[in-house]
């Protein structure tokens, strides 16, 4: 039996497979279309899946779409009569996302000739979040905390896992809502909601949260019976919806917002992203706490937009709310995709669980044959790069790692979820003090307060960070042991901490191995990671695209597969013509239409 779930007109659209119980793949829209956090029908994403799984689109057997219409239309009047008629825009807004996926059914027939053969399901969206965390663990009773901006009205979903089923303990309806807060203020501070949440909680660091801590603590008020409220007195998303956000009374007490363009950023937006980080911690943090003692379960598991912020998700770990933490790597709305086949294959069907998510490789690979035709395209007698197949890629890495290239890492199968896990990766020496501000001019062009992230082996993790708690997912944020901060500045942020990943050589022996031959030539047992891509762009899929970015950023080598590209020149950067690099890349969405 196939099942497919996929989401779309919201953002992070994804589509994942899975067969009588397997997971087979997911994959984000954005991949193919080169188009960060893109809302559109994943038909790329879907085609790809049924590909895999080695059907047509016409045999699945059931689809699950990650939100409920006609749950959202009864929320949606609930709301209209209580802001009247300040909500009428919001409404109608809300309301014509709900006809497109009304019309779904009639977009998969016509797209993919799906018929009556194929049952459409809608399934409550903090359910899928739920799902896609609890039902993919090895644990088979946990708590379950789910934030993100909104499903169809819910903001917050606290409830408990037993075997299949997953029962709610405690609602956070719209507008009370973290996420559109933490979004809401993103955008304040220049950066794009839903998209520039991860950028703020970098700056945070920075700033001093004291100084507005008391604003964000009336912003945002925790209650006894583990839930949280807005003081809608700041805002006005709640009626206008986005992007009209605030009320005069949030510019009287922080300011004018930052503007977008400013390239520089004052103390008194860093303060403000202190605080906001700081708040969003603690409210965090309470509802983990309420949610422990009202379940007595020691294990939780976490999904959401939200649960994207590492260093809260580290808290409730390291302050002991939880002895085991478990984060779904696509916490975001990607990931519903997952939670909706697995909501339907246990919870509905009442198919046992089989099945222990615990990677996330589980996206797109190419073959040798496609390294291969992109180098032969791309890499010719005028551009000043080397190219051979090694025997030993990982140890050739390691060198290059260890004399002080920055290499870009492109193997197996695509990481799931926004974090670059070893497959797609650009990598550098974890020891050097001037590599992180060369990776972000140079590599990434990107801000420099932007962190970057250690890759440990895990059965090393606990001798450089404060926890060897595994973190495959570089979702948890840990201290930096303080002895060893100055032996790896590069992934130490300005707090003394680090976003870790933790590296299984069951799951990623190409880079564990990577890892480990780094460690022989300098006792560091870790690298540098970053995900392999520039700034506004998503992370790469196809070999032209690897090759592209190489070629037009500071790097010096470019791994794909077994295959090394070495650069002759520094102006190797620019050997590509802007007429090639228009056509590599126009190449390389031809082959996303033909799906592979």
């Known amino acids: ?99 497109n996926m009304r019309r779904l059914p009639k977009l998969l027939a016509s797209e993919f000739g799906i018929t009556s053969r194929t049952k459409i399901h809608y399934a409550q969206h903090h359910l899928c ?8 663990s090895p644990f088979e009773e946990s708590a379950i905390l789910t934030i993100d901006a909104a499903g169809e009205w819910d903001c917050t979903w606290m409830g408990v896992g037993k075997g299949l089923d997953m029962t709610c303990l405690k609602r956070q309806h719209f507008p009370n809502s973290l996420g559109l807060v933490y979004g809401a203020v993103t ?88 605080a906001l980080q700081r708040r969003t911690e603690e409210v965090g943090l309470h509802m983990a706490k309420w949610l422990r003692e009202k379940t007595g379960i020691n294990k939780v598991c976490l999904a959401g937009g939200v649960c994207l912020n590492s260093v809260m998700n580290g808290r409730i770990l390291l302050e002991g709310v939880f002895d085991e933490v478990i984060v779904q790597p696509a916490a975001n709305d990607a990931g519903t995709a997952i939670g909706g086949c697995y909501w339907l294959w246990n919870t509905v069907m009442r198919q046992p669980r ?42 050739q890495a ?25 497959n797609r990766s650009i990598l550098a020496d974890p020891r050097s003090n001037e590599v992180k501000d060369l990776l972000n001019a140079r590599v990434k062009f990107r801000e420099g307060f932007r962190p970057f992230a250690p890759s440990v082996l895990e059965d090393k993790t606990g001798e450089w960070f404060n ?11 840990y201290d930096v042991l303080e002895e060893k901060r100055q032996l790896v500045p590069a992934i130490t942020h300005v707090d003394g901490t680090g976003r870790v990943q933790s590296v299984s050589k069951k799951h990623n022996p190409r880079y564990y191995k990577l890892i480990q031959e780094f460690e022989k030539i300098t006792g560091v047992s870790m690298v540098l990671n970053t995900s392999f891509n520039i700034r506004g762009e998503p992370i790469v899929h196809r070999p032209e695209q690897a090759i592209e970015c190489f070629l037009k950023t500071g790097m010096d ?15 190797a950067a620019k050997a590509l013509t802007q007429e090639q690099l228009v056509a590599a890349h126009a190449n390389a969405a031809a082959m996303d239409n033909d799906l592979p």
């Not at 926890?467 to 944020?477: D, E």
């Open 1 to 99: 039996m196939h099942i497919l779930g996929f989401d779309c007109y919201g953002h992070d659209s994804a589509a994942a497979i899975v067969r009588d119980g397997e997971m087979l793949g997911l994959v984000e829209e954005e991949r193919f279309l080169r188009k960060k956090h893109v809302a559109d029908f994943p038909k790329h994403s879907i085609q790809w899946c049924c590909d895999i799984a080695g059907i047509k689109p016409s045999e699945l057997d059931h689809i699950v779409y990650y939100w409920d219409p006609k749950l959202a239309r009864m929320e949606r009047v609930k709301h209209l009569l209580k802001y009247f008629p300040k909500s009428l825009g919001l409404i109608k807004s809300r309301g014509d996302k709900e006809v």
């Open 129 to 136: 979040h739920a799902a896609s965390s609890f039902l993919t």
């Open 187 to 274: 955008e304040f501070l220049g950066f794009k909601f839903a998209s520039g949440e991860g950028k703020v909680m970098g700056l945070a660091p920075y700033g001093d949260p004291d100084r507005y801590i008391d604003i964000f603590r009336d912003v945002i008020k925790t209650k006894p019976d583990g839930g949280y409220e807005v003081d809608l007195s700041y805002f006005t998303f709640h009626y206008l919806g986005r992007p009209n956000w605030f009320t005069q009374k949030f510019y009287d007490a922080l300011g004018p917002p930052r503007h977008p363009d400013e390239k520089e950023f004052t103390q008194h937006y860093m303060d403000i992203s202190a």
């Open 354 to 395: 089989t099945y222990v998510f615990d990677h996330a490789y589980f996206g797109p690979w190419m073959e040798d044959s496609d390294y291969e035709a992109a180098i032969k395209k791309l890499i010719t007698p005028d551009v000043q790069v080397d190219h051979k197949k090694v025997d030993d890629a990982p140890a």
């Open 398 to 422: 390691a060198r290059m790692l260890a004399d002080g290239k920055i290499i870009a890492w492109f193997q197996g199968r695509m990481e799931m979820g926004p974090r670059a896990l070893g």
């Open 467 to 477: 926890s060897n708690y595994p973190s495959p997912y570089m979702i948890l944020v």
């Open 557 to 571: 080598a470019l791994f794909l597969g077994d295959y090394v590209l070495t650069k002759r020149t520094e102006s």
